[in-house]
T-cell receptor, first 117, second 114 residues
């Protein structure tokens, strides 16, 4: 089974702090994703990565950055946390298409519920 | 922004009935479609994916895809109280070159009543 592990289930930080959320997958997946999920807004893509040291902006990248130094690890960074970044953060990973005409499903970690005070 | 639309519900069905969950998408280029189940406070878990027109069955679940109508659905037969959850529909959209990303609907809350 695919295992996507997020470093914390619950996290409380203060406004202005630099916050790191870590995600590790053990299935040698090429693709990794960071989402946030808010009531009424659904899942929104923040950043994604298709390879080591590669990153692409998602739909809501403002206020965030990412790092992918190793294939199995994808970090989300809140440069200066603000209260509107209080949310559930979900990491996911998937295989690439591997030449097939279909796209591989994403597998999610358990999520990190982040509160910014 | 290409969208995936779902009725937010709640959809309420009695135990043993068929639950029908529907989803429409705006990107005609979408190739693959995914259904996820999310229990309250938990992360989404994959139920099924479909990429060809028609039906795909897996146990009590059937996914249906109609690309001409840009419509995808999920049927749950013999619904159980344990099926009560939010169901998320997602399509796969090209994000440049050979790279793809998922766009999720906001989900439909399903309640199965004993």
């Amino acid at each position: 089974d695919v295992k996507v592990t997020q470093s914390s289930r619950y996290l409380v930080k203060r406004t202005g702090e630099k916050v790191f959320l870590e995600c590790v997958q053990d299935m040698d997946h090429e693709n990794m994703f960071w989402y946030r999920q808010d009531p009424g807004l659904g899942l929104r893509l923040i950043y994604f990565s298709y390879d080591v040291k590669m990153k692409e902006k998602g739909d809501i990248p403002e206020g965030y950055s990412v790092s992918r130094e190793k294939k199995e690890r994808f970090s989300l960074i809140l440069e200066s946390a603000s209260t509107n970044q209080t949310s559930m953060y979900l990491c996911a990973s998937s295989l690439d298409r591997q030449g097939l005409d279909i796209n591989q499903p994403q597998h999610f970690g358990d999520g990190t519920r982040l509160s910014i005070l | 922004q290409k969208e995936v639309e779902q009725n937010s519900g709640p959809l309420s069905v009695p135990e043993g009935a068929i639950a029908s969950l529907n989803c429409t998408y705006s990107d005609r280029g979408s190739q693959s479609f995914f259904w996820y189940r999310q229990y309250s406070g938990k992360s989404p878990e994959l139920i099924m994916f479909i990429y060809s027109n028609g039906d795909k069955e897996d146990g009590r679940f059937t996914a249906q895809l109609n690309k001409a109508s840009q419509y995808v659905s999920l049927l749950i037969r013999d619904s159980q109280p344990s099926d009560s959850a939010t169901y998320l529909c997602a399509d796969s959209q090209n994000s440049g070159g050979s790279n793809y990303k998922l766009t999720f609907g906001k989900g439909t809350l399903l309640t199965v009543n004993p």
